[in-house]
């Protein structure tokens, strides 16, 4: 019994002076020890401690996955666009200052094919009329299908294939003969091109040459039936002035380009000529998409506080379950902010391994989805670095009243045997 | 013979304590007792005497109504919260009747723990846990999880935890309560060993024939101190109030 002997004697000559200075200094855990002991206490009830990490890895995942997957979606919608060029602009006729539909020149799109940084020029005009299967369609069922004059370099010009036979060229341009826009083949019920194959437009048959493949930058010819300008205005009473006028330019002069168009396809009238650029439109189009987002993401916070409430329980029951362990500890020499600090610990931890799980689902979900649509797959920062200090916040909420209360109870009453 | 009992490491002085219920219960009522450095005694008396009360009192669990309490010469009322666990975790041992081991930790780790809060580094815990399992005859067993000992080995195992920061008293709470009697005849033998290795230790215990054992026996009845063993035998040699 050496030890502490001199330091008591040196104590007993003057107590009072001794003992009112912190004689015996507090120790704080270190990491490591502070992580294995929150670490005993999860293990001693794994199955408990892994169903309430469940609910945060539900919630977590789904936030990851909405969030993945829209920028995934986003990505590969953009690198279609960039595959498609964003080099298009595409004019319209608009409406006149009293409201009637505008018309353009006939002579517009020789007028702007003569624009320096201009590549190429397609045009398509509006024909009156109406498309059916055969004549026996009931004359209502127009399917809401349009037939469009249409030059012979547009499939080129908006970027869209021609998925089945051919497109129109010089000789059947002036014949009864017509393409069909991707959703017009679909309602028509026309998937392969039969020799003789024709369909009802307008009160005449026309025979169908080939079929167009979903166009991306110009959708309003998916659901058109293209015809010639000289077969409409031929067949089907056409008056030959252009309604829209695609453009390809060099993609450094888009603006440029942009800024003349009105003035180049109507100089009488440039303001009753609308220009937009579709891969523009676009873009904003992905943008505005993500919008939608917020339900799923709404879900998932919902999930996510359900998780909490979890981790709580489980936290509020482990405390009372574990009176004795709280009672030893303190007999051990643990002050109250060493068990406030365990089991707040405790709690963050089976709630971040919830959420690194999740995380770990939301990124396999977003990557399976993505590989399969085609997309690169994108997982931003904001949803896996969101869902993991979603996680830790929620943990340290959820153990925070429980952690006070273990710490608040008195050693005396823990250690009482019941 | 006389040095190991030279200096006082407990020293509590009419020491009161008072449950506020209706009507209040007086647990502790002016009780005197000082144990030196190097003894072992036993409280004993029957249940509801306030052996319990006095134990937490003295392992700073709990603090007296009135009256002093001094460990090591430090008096407990000048002490803060955080400076009493601190006080714990360096200079008081304790043992339960339940042992209270954690399950899914190995023996070895649970003697570890004995030195959580006192500021040791992780290796050195361990060395010092391997050390105390030797001196309670458990060396063998420090790879194996509590349940798989028996309850004896247990009490052992919870002996070396309370004994690894080597305090400057050991506070054992019915050290035999759980166990059936030769296993509680051979704790009561590995305390006296401790004991004369230098351990200074209290047993609190029902057990007359625990107590018998032992070189000191203070007596409860209701609250009070009714007899002490060493108090009769003060004028006398220390050689015969040991075995």
């Not at chain 2, 209040?24 to 009360?53: F, M, N, Q, W, Y």
């Not at chain 2, 028996?150 to 080597?166: C, N, P, T, Y």
């Not at chain 2, 400057?168 to 030769?182: F, M, Q, R, Y």
Request: proline letters at 5%; hydrophobic letters at 45%.
């Amino acid at each position: 019994m050496t030890p502490p002997a001199t330091e008591v004697l040196a104590t007993r000559e003057r107590p009072v002076a001794a003992a009112a200075r912190p004689v015996v200094e507090v120790r704080r855990l270190q990491p490591s020890t502070l992580f294995r002991v929150a670490a005993l206490g999860l293990r001693t009830r794994k199955l408990r401690a892994a169903l309430s990490a469940l609910g945060i890895a539900i919630g977590v995942a789904a936030i990851v996955a909405v969030l993945g997957l829209s920028a995934s979606s986003k990505a590969g919608l953009l690198a279609e666009i960039n595959r498609l060029g964003t080099n298009l602009l595409v004019v319209t006729n608009g409406q006149t200052l009293f409201g009637h539909t505008a018309e353009l020149p006939e002579q517009a799109p020789a007028m702007i094919a003569r624009i320096g940084p201009v590549t190429q020029t397609s045009y398509t005009g509006t024909v009156t009329g109406d498309v059916y299967r055969s004549p026996l369609v009931n004359p209502i069922t127009t399917n809401g299908l349009g037939i469009e004059a249409a030059s012979l370099g547009l499939p080129r010009t908006v970027g869209a294939k021609v998925k089945k036979g051919t497109y129109l060229n010089a000789a059947t341009a002036s014949q009864p003969v017509c393409v069909l826009g991707a959703v017009a083949a679909q309602r028509l019920g026309i998937d392969h091109i039969y020799p003789g194959e024709r369909i009802w437009l307008d009160g005449q048959w026309f025979y169908v040459t080939g079929i167009l493949s979903p166009s991306v930058l110009a959708p309003q010819i998916d659901t058109s039936v293209l015809v010639g300008f000289k077969a409409a205005e031929t067949y089907l009473q056409f008056d030959g002035h252009p309604s829209t006028i695609y453009v390809r330019a060099y993609t450094t002069q888009v603006t440029a380009v942009h800024a003349v168009l009105a003035d180049t396809a109507n100089p009488q009238a440039p303001n009753d000529v609308d220009v937009s650029e579709p891969s523009a439109a676009l873009v904003a189009q992905a943008d505005a998409k993500s919008a939608l987002n917020g339900l799923f993401l709404g879900l998932g916070a919902v999930a996510l506080l359900i998780g909490a409430v979890g981790v709580a329980n489980i936290m509020v029951i482990s405390v009372l379950e574990r009176r004795s362990e709280i009672g030893l500890r303190r007999a051990l020499g643990a002050t109250r902010s060493h068990i406030r600090i365990q089991f707040l610990t405790e709690a963050a931890m089976l709630s971040v391994l919830g959420g690194m799980v999740g995380i770990a689902a939301g990124v396999v979900a977003t990557a399976t989805y993505a590989t399969a649509k085609g997309w690169a797959i994108v997982v931003p920062s904001l949803a896996w670095g969101g869902g993991f200090g979603a996680a830790l916040v929620i943990g340290l909420i959820a153990g925070l009243i429980p952690a006070l209360r273990a710490a608040r109870m008195p050693p005396t009453e823990a250690l009482r045997t019941v | 013979m006389t040095a190991p009992f030279s200096w006082p490491v407990l020293e509590m002085a009419s020491v009161v304590k008072v449950y506020a219920s209706d009507p209040p219960v007086v647990a502790l009522d002016h009780v005197d007792l000082t144990v030196r450095g190097g003894e072992l005694l036993a409280i004993v008396g029957p249940s509801g005497s306030g052996k319990t009360t006095l134990l937490h009192v003295m392992g700073t669990l709990d603090r007296p109504t009135s009256g002093s309490v001094r460990i090591t010469g430090l008096d407990v009322e000048l002490m803060s919260e955080r400076q009493l666990a601190a006080l714990r975790a360096t200079r008081i041992g304790f043992v339960f009747q339940n042992f209270y081991l954690a399950e899914h930790e190995s023996v070895l780790e649970n003697v570890a723990d004995g030195l959580l809060y006192s500021g040791v580094g992780t290796a050195d815990r361990r060395r010092a846990a391997a050390e105390a399992l030797e001196r309670v005859g458990l060396a063998h067993r420090a790879r194996f999880d509590p349940t798989r000992i028996s309850g004896g080995e247990r009490q052992r195992v919870a002996i070396a935890r309370a004994l690894v920061g080597r305090p400057a008293i050991v506070l054992a709470d019915e050290p035999t309560g759980n166990l059936d009697s030769a296993t509680g005849i051979s704790i009561v033998a590995l305390l006296e060993e401790l004991n004369e290795a230098g351990a200074t230790i209290v047993v609190i215990t029902h057990d007359q024939s625990v107590a018998g054992r032992l070189p000191r026996q203070v007596r409860m009845l209701d609250g009070r101190i009714v007899a002490d063993s060493i108090a009769l035998a003060a004028s006398d040699a220390r050689g015969n109030s040991h075995r």
